[in-house]
Every structure is written in C-alpha cells, then in structure tokens.
C-alpha cells in the first residue's frame, strides 16, 4: 500500500546536536511538507517542496533545513541553532493541485533535553 | 499571507446529539480550497471533508456537513448524531495556491 513513513516515531536528543527526521513516501507526489505541531498552537509550516531540487521556506524555518534530492524523501534536519526544538513533527505530500487534500505521515516526536 | 482562525479551543457534545465547530479565514485569493481533518489520540491525521471555493452547494461526509459562507469567509463543521469515536482535535485547514495552512485546532469531546 502506497504512503508515507516517518521514522523513527520517537527521538530524543541532547541540547547542541542536529539531528534528521527521515520522511518517505511512495505515492508518487510532487509536493512534500514538514510541519510542527504544538499544544494550542495547531500545524505550523516549517519548510515545503514543490518538486525535486527545490524547497521554500514557511513560517518557522529557523533553526531547521531541509533537501530534496529524490522525490520520494524530504528529510528535515533540525539544527543547534534551534532554540525549543522539542515537538512533534508531521511530514506530509501531495499532488499539486490545490484540491489535493495532504497525505500525513504518523509523526515523530522529538525530546531535545 | 493566509490564516485561519478556529476561536473554540475546546467543544463537548453528548452522544447522539449534534456539534459545529467554528473556523474562519481570510485570504486575497478568489480559488481555493478548504479541508477539516481529524486527529484522534494516535494522532493520525484524517481527512474529514473538502469544499472547493467556487461551489456553492455546501459538502457533505455522512454524518458531517460543512457550512460554507465565502462573504464571510466562514467555514464550519457541523457533526451529527455525535459518536464516541469522534472524539478527537480538529483542525480547519486552506489551500490557495501554494501551502497548506492550518488552525490551532478545536478538541472536541463526546460525553456518553
């Protein structure tokens, strides 16, 4: 069955270090997002691509990167220069077209201590 | 840039009865589209119900029907005949003509 993984589902990580959240998907969609969710604070657009070799920025891309080499991957590095990196994260994909509903992953929860 | 406001952060219905919860948004943009999705406690999310703003005729998803008013740029779910499974987060969400944007969410709780 076609979807998408997100691994691993939790993360924990010392204060100072970059760590990459893996996302793959299979369904063959151009677009890919990553997205933070906090408590009260809904789905917040960390960075997006709309096709290979090219990714935009959203509201909160500081302290994260991100690349797009194969359409299947958009993995998310959260960085040091994070300042409360500690959340959880959906990655998901879509076809291009605005009618396109998202297509999440499960998530990873990510403890920075 | 596009937002979308959802005003109750916390909604009850008993079982069986019926629920609406409120979403607004404002945009310059004349197409889009507008999605409700369901977190449950694993935290999937699940898409519940689209509109397309060109359509008058408000979607409807089984038990779950939207009122959509483009003037006003209000977007509501309406939950019938509630069921204990509906018990979950749910985020009102646009899509113009690039990302997807989300609001902080209404947690909706089913009494028995």
């Known amino acids: 069955d076609g979807g998408i993984t997100q691994s691993p589902k939790y993360l924990f990580r010392k204060e100072g270090q970059n760590v990459t959240l893996s996302c793959e998907q299979n369904?063959?969609?151009?677009?890919m997002y990553w997205y933070r969710q906090d408590p009260g604070q809904g789905l917040r657009l960390i960075y997006y691509s709309q096709i290979v070799n090219d990714f935009q920025k959203g509201d909160i891309a500081e302290g994260y990167s991100v690349s797009r080499e194969k359409k299947e991957s958009f993995p998310l590095t959260v960085t040091s220069a994070q300042k409360n990196p500690t959340a959880f994260y959906l990655c998901?994909?879509?076809?291009?077209?605005?009618?396109?509903?998202?297509?999440f992953g499960n998530g990873t929860r990510l403890t920075v201590t | 840039a596009q937002t979308v406001t959802q005003s109750q952060p916390e909604m009850s219905v008993q079982e069986a009865e019926t629920v609406t919860l409120s979403c607004t948004y404002d945009?310059?943009?004349?197409?889009?589209?507008l999605f409700w999705y369901k977190q449950p406690p694993s935290r999937q999310m699940i898409l519940v119900i689209r509109?397309?703003?060109?359509?008058?005729q408000n979607a409807t998803e089984n038990r779950f029907s939207v009122n959509f008013q483009k003037a006003a740029k209000s977007f509501s779910l309406k939950i019938s005949d509630s069921q204990l499974g509906d018990a979950a987060m749910y985020f009102c969400a646009y899509r113009g003509n690039n990302d997807m944007r989300f609001g902080a969410g209404t947690r909706l709780t089913v009494k028995p």
């Open positions: 369904l063959n969609h151009d677009a």
């Open positions: 509109q397309e703003a060109y359509k008058q």
């Open positions: 945009t310059s943009e004349s197409d889009y589209y």
């Open positions: 998901a994909s879509s076809t291009p077209d605005r009618y396109s509903p998202l297509h």
